[in-house]
């Protein structure tokens, strides 16, 4: 989402929204805290999480070697880490839904540090 939050203008008129199984009082604290400029919304019961097929994550998936390098990389670069607040073992999912609701794309990352390239997002809103 920090990707797609840097590569904003390369969206077009593509509505965008983050799905977090946050409770709903934490979600401006998170969306602050990402500093994101579309909607966050909350899926406490992570209903859409499993239409999606984003499944929970081993310690070992969780703990990647790409994990603990993105890690590293943010202390390095002066970032605090806090204790994590939320489930850490819940893996993500990224979708692109047509207009018409379609999925059109679909990547369920393997390791929190797997994402898709941002240029792979964008084709699929064509």
Known sequence: MIAVRDHLDRFGDARIAV??????ERLAAYRAHLRLP?????????????????????????????????????????RRLHRPT?????????????RDGILRYLALPSTPDARPPVTELIAALD
Do not use: C
């Not at 489930?87 to 979708?95: E, N, S, V």
């Open 19 to 24: 799905v977090t199984f946050a409770t709903a």
């Open 38 to 78: 579309f909607d966050v919304v909350a899926d406490t019961d992570r209903v859409l999480y499993g239409l999606l097929g984003a499944e929970r994550g081993t310690n070992r998936q969780v703990w990647s070697p790409g994990t603990i390098r993105m890690y590293l990389k943010l202390i390095r670069a002066g």
């Open 86 to 98: 939320e489930d850490i073992h819940q893996l993500g999912a990224d979708a692109v839904i047509g």
